[in-house]
């Protein structure tokens, strides 16, 4: 619903960048690791409307860190940090892009400011939370991931992230389960859905893995990611099993 609204608001106010920077940022959050590109295109076009605006040129920084640019990315964000210093999404987003790129002491230094100028910014805590994941600490990732979670409870990639710590980081699977149910409960869709059925299809309960993909395919027959998980549980001889019935 608010995707369908921004864009309406995009349609109705075609020079206000405002609307295509939220469709930008839920596109990360939805499409984000299966096409990044959505996001991009929506932030090229608010940059198109407004280069000077620093919401905007780094709402395109991260878009471009998404889709792999990553020089184009640090230099678009450090084009936004000219004109607002004290930006912490700004400064967060520098933080994501210099971990991506393998230089985790200067990310480290980017999320310092950004907490610095605002302890509960909840991109610098994501960024935090993926910067001790990509460490190898996952017990500072999850705590971390709690705090973005407490500053922004609707957020439902942020439970998927923390289930990641814990299913893949500490082989916890029952509660990573629960996290993922969490993000179910926030937002019913094939992403949710999906990242449930896998975590239950890890945890080896493949029947409830199957009706939870089953339910991500029936919202979008198309939506892959969820196809092929259904296909693995189904290749188990529980899922397969119920599959027939």
């Keep these: 619903e608010a995707i369908a609204?921004?864009?309406?608001?995009?349609?109705?106010?075609?020079?206000?960048?405002?609307?295509?920077?939220?469709?930008?940022?839920?596109?990360?959050?939805?499409?984000?690791?299966?096409?990044?590109?959505?996001?991009?295109?929506?932030a090229k076009r608010?940059?198109?409307?407004?280069?000077?605006?620093?919401?905007?040129?780094?709402?395109?920084?991260?878009?471009?860190?998404?889709?792999?640019?990553?020089?184009?990315?640090?230099?678009?964000?450090?084009?936004?940090?000219?004109?607002?210093?004290?930006?912490a999404n700004t400064l967060a987003v520098l933080g994501e892009i210099y971990i991506d790129a393998g230089n985790r002491d200067i990310g480290q230094d980017y999320i310092n400011k950004a907490l610095a100028i605002d302890p509960n910014n909840v991109m610098a805590l994501r960024n935090q939370a993926f910067l001790y994941e990509r460490s190898g600490d996952y017990e500072s990732s999850i705590a971390a991931y709690d705090k973005a979670i407490a500053a922004a409870p609707y957020r439902f990639d942020l439970y998927i992230e923390k289930a990641r710590q814990l299913s893949?980081?500490?082989?916890?699977f029952t509660l990573a389960n629960d996290e993922l149910k969490k993000a179910v409960d926030i937002y019913k869709a094939p992403v949710t859905l999906n990242a449930y059925g896998y975590g239950l299809y890890l945890a080896g309960d493949h029947p409830q893995a199957v009706r939870a993909l089953r339910d991500a395919v029936e919202i979008n027959p198309n939506?892959?990611?969820?196809?092929?998980?259904?296909?693995?549980?189904?290749?188990?001889g529980c899922g397969l099993a119920l599959a027939l019935k």
Excluded at 70 to 87: G, H, M, R
């Design 5 to 42: 609204a921004y864009k309406q608001a995009a349609a109705l106010e075609p020079t206000n960048p405002k609307p295509l920077i939220e469709l930008s940022r839920l596109s990360i959050y939805i499409d984000g690791l299966l096409n990044p590109n959505i996001a991009h295109d929506y």
């Design 46 to 87: 608010a940059f198109e409307l407004d280069p000077q605006n620093p919401e905007v040129l780094t709402t395109l920084a991260r878009a471009l860190d998404w889709v792999g640019e990553l020089q184009d990315a640090a230099d678009t964000a450090l084009d936004s940090l000219d004109l607002a210093a004290d930006n």
């Design 168 to 172: 893949t980081g500490l082989g916890e």
């Design 223 to 236: 939506y892959g990611p969820a196809q092929v998980t259904l296909g693995m549980a189904l290749a188990c």
